[in-house]
């Protein structure tokens, strides 16, 4: 995708649940023809690692660990990995504010974390937190995700003037020659069918001037799944979804459409931010 995402940024601790954010990630940095910049944050507390050595010790030793398994990887991948560790309270913030200091234009990052008592949440707490406040768009992958060669869909909201999210999905169609499909999700009242039927036609008008093949769809139903039932029923392997509103708006979006398109969907899920100055993030 060199025309839509050019400076990727793997988000990965590198453990079993990352694997398909790290497949994810390679694929797009050997079809950019590029260096990939990952980073592995860290959680950390200096007043507990200042009383407690031993146990500072031992995570420094298996960071490293991962830090030098994670660059293996990615050269027998034929990746160079411009690799960096951060350490900090909240591993979310170090993933954004490394995302913002490099210039990234996507965060490429796992669903959730190991399974344990929270395994059931749709979304993990760090990940739920890094689409929230990401200055980008943010690739969600499910573990064992892969690169998509199928059908790309993208969800709008009847409610939304704004088209990038279709824009992108457009662009990402275009570039890896694949078909494109346009999901609304509407209530019945024929109102709102007609809105759903308006902001369709307009997302159909823009996708078509990316030169792509586009159906375009209105369905009746929960938003999340509606969506997930279009992306299984039509073959897509990529679906994407727009967060709009300011940031404490996208964090409650997030709690729901969003989340759950996220935490339902078996294939990636991106998560398209603007980056144009005026854009909120």
Known sequence: MPNVYTHPLLATEHTAQDSGA????FGIARRCGMPLAAVLPIASNPEYEAMAPQVAARAEAQAGERLRALAA???SAGVALELRARRGPEPYAEIVGEASER????IVIRRRGQRGLLANVLVGEMVRNVVSHAPCSVLVAPRGAAMWSQRVLV???PQAGDLAPVETAAAIAAECALPLTIVC????AADAMQRAETTLQRAWTAARGHG?????T???GRPHEQIVAAARQGGADLIVI???GTETLARAWLGGVAQKVIGLADRPVLVAIPTTKGANP
């Open 22 to 25: 790290e497949s994810l990630a």
């Open 103 to 106: 210039g990234a234009d996507l």
């Open 212 to 216: 792509v093949t586009v159906d375009a």
């Open 155 to 157: 969800a709008i909201d």
């Open 73 to 75: 990887d990615a050269a």
């Open 185 to 188: 999700v509407s209530e019945p």
């Open 218 to 220: 209105v369905r009746i």
């Open 242 to 244: 727009g967060r709009r």
